[in-house]
Nanobody, 131 residues
Framework: QVQLVESGGGLVQPGGSLRLSCTASGFTAEYYAIGWFRQAPGKEREGVSCISGRDSGRDGTLHYADFVKGRFTVSRNVAKNSVYLQMNSLEPEDTAVYYC????????????????????WGKGTLVTVSS
């Protein structure tokens, strides 16, 4: 059974850091494009970052939304079947529920930070940036 579970959210002060984890089960995450998305209260969900899967021809290619470039970093932990989102220099505008999602096709690659073909989704983790 395919499952994605996010963790690592919480309350942090402006300028602080958090690392979100997306742990996959039921499939080998490194071979699939996995993205991070967020949805702030009253706003539409938006793409944050994406890492392409192995055997995609674009292995490990990273994508970031302009509003997080230079502050957020996505990475993969093969041993833990997980993808991380390291978030630094957090701003109140980063407050949102953060979701990870995966393509359902082996060797998939990201289409930027879009949710194109992101078929499997976690339930999200809340990040609150406030003093």
């Amino acid at each position: 059974q395919v499952q994605l579970v996010e963790s690592g959210g919480g309350l942090v002060q402006p300028g602080g850091s958090l690392r979100l984890s997306c742990t996959a089960s039921g499939f080998t995450a490194e071979y699939y494009a996995i993205g991070w998305f967020r949805q702030a209260p009253g706003k539409e969900r938006e793409g944050v970052s994406c890492i392409s899967g192995r055997d995609s021809g674009r292995d490990g290619t990273l994508h970031y939304a302009d509003f997080v470039k230079g502050r957020f970093t996505v990475s993969r932990n093969v041993a833990k079947n997980s993808v991380y989102l390291q978030m630094n220099s957090l701003e109140p505008e980063d407050t949102a529920v953060y979701y990870c999602a995966s393509h359902s096709e082996w060797g998939s690659y990201c289409r930027g930070t879009s949710n194109y073909s992101m078929d499997w989704w976690g339930k999200g983790t809340l990040v609150t940036v406030s003093s």
